[in-house]
């Protein structure tokens, strides 16, 4: 885990397509709520973290992670409109609020202008009981990381 460089993992950039905005030529609103979780993922995954350590799946129930992280509170914010083909920064500041919760806030920049932002906020609880719990580790070490 690179834990010098956190810019290699809470910097991220994407394309907008096609598919991904309406009749009008800019993105959904969905999108971006879509695109926070996908950057978060990809940062875990840039970070050094296996998704199959921190979500659950379908195909794999005899090996589920004992924490599942839920979205307990998300907001968005457009700022200017995204079209197909602009070029987009996206900048993730994870933040841990208690022992068994955390929110990322994802800003969105095209040509370094903040164009929209997202905020999604997970509480962890255990997969089983379903009842509130301390974070993992792996998601610890990830929060610990980002805020050097």
Known sequence: MDTLH???????????????TDSAGVIHFYQLF???????????????LNASDIFPSLLN???EPLIALPIVHCKADFLKPLKTGDHIQIELSPIKIAVGSFQVETKFKCDNET???????????????????????????????SSL
């Open 6 to 20: 956190s810019k290699n993992w809470l910097h991220l950039s994407r394309i907008v397509r096609f598919g991904e």
């Open 34 to 48: 879509r695109w926070c979780h996908e950057s978060w993922e990809e940062s875990l995954a840039k970070y050094g």
């Open 115 to 145: 164009v929209a932002q997202g905020l999604v906020r997970h509480q962890a609880i255990n997969s089983q009981t379903r009842l509130s719990c301390e974070l993992s580790t792996e998601i610890n070490s990830w929060l610990e990381a």
């Open 61 to 63: 129930k005899d090996n």
